[in-house]
């Protein structure tokens, strides 16, 4: 559906050294399919965004959508309807007038118009503000507008920049679903921007990680978790982040031990690990594990936690603390008894460890539950 | 060190009312969180004890001493903002030290290195703020806020401006960061977890009025209104209108044309007319078997939220419900049919003209 | 962007090149004019090509014109003095008085505020003429016609309001919170004025007083009317030049071109001010 190959950004400003803002992408895009793109400021989501509708030109590389190159092309040739972040609504225009504005120039009839206007509305929940205009509509009620405008027309690709970073959080997640029940039920193929990566896995079916400018990953929600590519994604991806141990390896006879301090070392087993991790645990003395806060079990085990805070957030508990040396960070469903100061048994499995290489490339991933 | 205390305070701006009989004690040592919505006003509340905005009624006081005639500079006060609010053209060393300098403080540089390694920005202090990272800026301002050992500690929206995952670090550190200087503290967030990761106590302000003030738990398990329960969880509350009738000393009410059985211990007056029934999403469970009290209903669409799975349900009468579940305890997919049931004792009612839980207790009238 | 063709380029090239002839031309012919003799100015055509002379920059320099009609004494170092003393006092005098106003017009709310501010601008927006001649019958009861502190007082109708709005303009982009923060750290809010306002807003306090220094250089009817010979600038001491024998284009050309550089090179300096930002990243952008 949507190809991108090899496509490189320079920005050249005068006075300044360039900014590559995007390096040697490749990315395909399949119909229907919901993608996020998602990474910190300044990593690159933005300029693909852009590039993808046309507000950017492509420094190399080409842009295809439905086997046509479009990287050349003004952006309302390109058939692809977007949401800003500004959400750029037509002040003297009311919201209704704001929605069918697209539909307008589709030469669609008053009536088509209408039923869709009115349908799209519903679900965003903006019916009763119809007749009003953007200036007296608050933030989320605004964003509400935008993406309706944009979801209401007919194009080939959706996109979509920071599409809910401003909604009622008490509409957040109802949306959502609403939104991707919509996305899937026509089959509608969308692209979106964010840097919340709550908001990416709850509406991506993939989700492309960017930093830097180069693409990190590009996986489901539950692959990015359970096999990150490298470092960055493990601790970008996740909440509250994975935590990281630094470990000495010493090789035994069936595996290698991996040592975090004196009350807290791993066996890895030689069958859990493939050519390469071999490889590079048998080079390395020091190495790099993470586990998951949420597979750290709290309250039985060998190693000893000193918990620096314990705190409840209603549906689950987020208990930190001194473990060999680390400051660790383990999450469990409903409330721990355990106050700052206390010592309380954790485990921390050897399965659930992730090992990155001395280049951040991850050797070996802890088992999937 | 001193308590906080706030005696009806009230505060308009026009036609525009931000503080309505607001009464609020906050003891030495303790951090309480002022949580509510946008626009409800929380930051007014805090000018207004920082002295940059005069309230129309009531009285401040800190220590038993009435400051609301002080000027700001008097009142003893620290406070750290949203926008972090540095002095662009001093480095970070002398941001910090600004306070310290104005009260003629001695061994000035031993205390800045002191609280800059407290706070992990001893390596900046040489920078001005525009060479730091938003991170870096935030820990500076709360250096400047910390270092004069405050009486009273104002921290709005501390972590508004900084990225995630410093948010999440700062939310483990805060709370002993700021017991350590035993000042009673008022912390401003719209941010449902950490005010209950990091307050003892939390006071939900909805259009200026004071809602609820307990302690985190309290107030997620039995919230005073329906507004006060939609603002804790995400998702947020499931509501649906209900007219429960009692039978044999039970509640039963009709939701979407199923009969259910609700937990009546402490519904006193039994029957009502209609009144709000709440259920988190987190105390929903979705199924495959029918059975009494199972509400027939299809998955609209599944969406992955703080690993587990948020499961939008649509019931036969068109109206919506989320249900939050480990992605394991889901066996079914998008658009199949299922059952959706909940524990008596999950359920929550409220009135549904003024909104307030019904049992809980009475709320304190204004004198 | 690199989207358009060759012909494109071509237009736009010839475009700029018409724009910049009919605006650099009189500055570059003036320049050319001041280095000549009135007779080879007034050649019929005129030539670019030409033995380049001293003798106006001298004249104007040593106060002695010649003329036809025979030597003429003119006051043009004089003049020159008096526009630096009369645009810098009056400066000054701006911005003690603007920069504080300002400040209050920024950060406080208070009865008929707009209005006051709005009346200040409204000076700009009066023929000057009109107000002369009352204003002339005033200042002679006063007894402060013909004097340096008139004039600078009559000149604040130029500096004042251009100071005023522009400067309030750079205090309300600061974040009040940045004095909030100042003087929570226990300080007045005097000193939050004097160490926070002020030198936040100092590329807007320098662009403003620039500005309003070219303004007032570049005053003619003021003090046309209310000045005499001595205390006249170099605007009003260029009619001197008009003389019984004819007009001395050369000696006015090289008058130009001596009263334009002071300004011209402000201007330039002004420029880096006038282009930088304000926000230097205390608040979040």
């Known amino acids: 559906m949507l190809s991108i190959h090899n496509v490189d950004k320079i920005y050249h400003s005068r006075g300044k050294p360039d900014v590559h803002a995007v390096r040697a992408l490749d990315m395909e895009v399949k119909k229907g399919e919901i993608v996020a793109l998602l990474g910190s400021s300044g990593c690159g989501k933005t300029s693909t965004l852009r590039m993808i509708a046309g507000f950017e030109s492509v420094t190399s590389g080409s842009i295809a959508l439905a086997q046509r190159a479009i990287h050349d092309l003004p952006p309302a040739k390109r058939k692809v309807a977007m949401a800003f972040e500004g959400y750029s609504l037509y002040p003297p225009l009311t919201v209704r007038e704001n929605i069918a504005f697209a539909l307008k120039a589709q030469q669609l009839s008053r009536a088509e118009i209408a039923r869709r206007v009115d349908e799209i509305a519903r679900l965003v929940e903006i019916e009763d503000i119809l007749d009003h205009h953007p200036r007296a509509l608050s933030g989320g009620q605004q964003q509400r507008v935008s993406l309706a405008r944009a979801l209401v ?95 000495a390896v010493t090789p035994e006879e069936s595996g290698f031990r991996l040592s975090a301090g004196s009350d807290l070392a791993f066996h890895i087993s030689l069958q859990t690990l493939d050519v390469m991790a071999q490889q590079t645990l048998a080079q390395a003395q020091q190495i790099k594990v993470g586990i998951r806060p949420q597979r750290i079990a709290i309250g039985t085990g060998e190693s000893r936690l000193r918990v620096v805070s314990n705190q409840w957030l209603g549906d689950q508990s987020h208990v930190a603390g001194e473990c060999a040396g680390h400051l660790v960070v383990a999450v469990t469903q409903g409330k721990v008894a355990a106050r700052p100061g206390d010592v309380v048994p954790c485990t921390l499995d050897a399965r659930h460890l992730h090992i990155f290489g001395a280049d951040g490339v991850c050797v070996r991933h802890a088992e999937a539950r | 060190m001193a308590r906080l205390e706030l005696k009806s305070v009230g505060k308009s701006f026009g036609a525009v009312s931000c503080a309505r009989d607001v009464s609020l004690a906050v003891e030495p040592g303790e951090i309480v969180a002022v949580f509510g919505p946008s626009g ?244 929903v469970v979705v199924t495959r078997q029918d059975g009494e009290g199972a509400i027939p209903a299809r998955i609209v669409a599944i969406t992955p939220l703080h690993e587990r799975a948020v499961v939008l349900l649509r019931f036969a009468d068109g109206s919506e419900w989320l249900a939050a579940l480990a992605p394991e305890a889901l066996d079914a997919g998008a658009d199949e049919d299922v059952f959706v049931r909940f524990a008596p004792e999950a359920a929550l009612l409220f009135d549904h003209a003024t909104g307030d839980r019904i049992g809980a207790p009475p709320r304190r009238q204004a004198a | 962007m690199d ?45 670019i090509l030409f033995e380049p002379t001293l003798a106006n920059y001298e004249a104007l320099i040593s106060g002695q014109l010649r003329t036809a009609a025979g030597n003429l004494q003119i006051e043009f170092m004089r003049n020159l003095m008096n526009s630096f003393v009369l645009s810098s006092a009056s400066v000054i005098l701006a911005l003690l008085l603007g920069v504080p106003a300002a400040y209050a017009f920024a950060r406080f709310k208070f009865k008929l505020g707009e209005t006051i501010a709005f009346t200040l601008l409204s000076f700009r ?38 100071i005023l709005w522009i400067v309030r303009g750079y205090f309300e982009d600061i974040s009040p919170d940045i004095e909030h923060a100042y003087r929570l750290a226990g300080h007045s809010w005097r000193e939050a004025f004097t160490r926070i306002a002020v030198p936040l807003a100092g590329p807007g306090i320098a662009a403003a007083g620039l500005l309003s220094f070219i303004f007032c250089w570049n005053n003619f009817v003021f003090a046309l009317i209310l000045a005499s010979a001595d205390k006249q600038p170099v605007t009003v001491g260029a009619l001197a030049f008009v003389t019984a024998s004819g007009i001395q284009y050369g000696q006015i050309a090289a008058a130009i071109v001596l009263s334009v550089t002071p300004t011209l090179l402000l201007a330039l300096y002004a420029q880096r001010y006038l282009v930088e930002g304000l926000s230097l990243g205390a608040v979040k952008g």
């Open chain 1, 153 to 247: 027309r007919d194009a080939d690709l959706y996109l979509l920049d920071e599409p809910m970073g401003q909604l009622e959080p008490q509409l957040r997640a109802v949306l959502r679903g609403r939104i991707k029940g919509l996305l899937a039920e026509r089959g509608m193929t969308a692209i979106f921007v964010t840097h919340d990566q709550t908001e990416a896995s709850a509406l991506a079916d993939r989700i492309a990680v960017m930093e830097d400018g180069v693409l990190q990953q590009f996986a489901g929600e539950r692959e990015l978790k359970n096999r990150p590519a490298n470092l960055f994604v493990a601790s970008f991806i996740g909440e509250p982040p994975m935590n990281l141990l630094d470990t």
């Open chain 2, 40 to 283: 409800s006003g929380k930051t007014v509340l805090l000018r207004m004890i920082a002295g940059m905005f005069e309230p129309d009624a009531g009285d401040i006081l800190v220590g038993g001493h009435s400051i609301v005639d002080a000027p700001p500079e008097q009142r003893g006060i620290g406070m750290a903002f949203q926008n972090f609010a540095l002095f662009p053209h001093m480095s970070a060393r002398d941001n910090i030290a600004s306070g310290l300098r104005a009260r003629g403080a001695g061994d000035i540089a031993a205390k800045v290195t002191q609280m800059s390694r407290l706070l992990k920005i001893e390596h900046v202090l040489g920078h001005r703020p525009r060479e730091l990272s938003n991170g870096q800026k935030q820990r500076t301002a709360l250096a400047r806020a910390l270092i004069g050992n405050p009486e009273v500690l104002l921290l709005d929206d501390p972590l508004r401006n900084v990225d995630a995952k410093l948010r999440y670090e700062m939310r483990l550190e805060l709370p002993s960061l700021l017991r350590r200087s035993s000042a009673a503290v008022l912390y401003v967030t719209q941010d449902y977890r950490e005010a209950m990761a990091i307050a003892d106590r939390i006071a939900v302000l909805i259009d200026g009025r004071l809602v609820q003030v307990a302690r985190p738990e309290e107030i997620y398990a039995r919230p005073a209104s329906v507004a006060v329960a939609r603002l804790f969880g995400d998702p947020s509350i499931n509501l649906s209108e209900v007219a429960p009738v009692a039978e044999q000393g039970r509640l039963i009410a009709a939701v979407a044309g199923t009969q259910i059985r609700l937990d009546a211990d402490d519904v006193p007056s039994g029957a009502r007319e209609r009144c709000w029934l709440g259920v988190r999403p987190d105390d």
């Open chain 3, 3 to 47: 989207h358009s063709s060759l012909a494109g380029r071509i237009f736009r090239g010839i475009a700029l090149s018409l724009v910049l002839v009919f605006f650099m031309f009189p500055i570059v012919w003036i320049l050319l004019m001041s280095f000549q003799t009135n007779e080879q100015i007034l050649r019929i055509p005129p030539r």
């Open chain 3, 125 to 162: 927006f009066a023929p000057p003429l009109l107000v002369l001649l009352p204003l002339s019958l005033y200042y002679q009861q006063l007894g402060l016609n013909d004097t340096y502190f008139g004039i600078v007082w009559v000149y604040q109708l130029i500096a004042l309001p251009l």
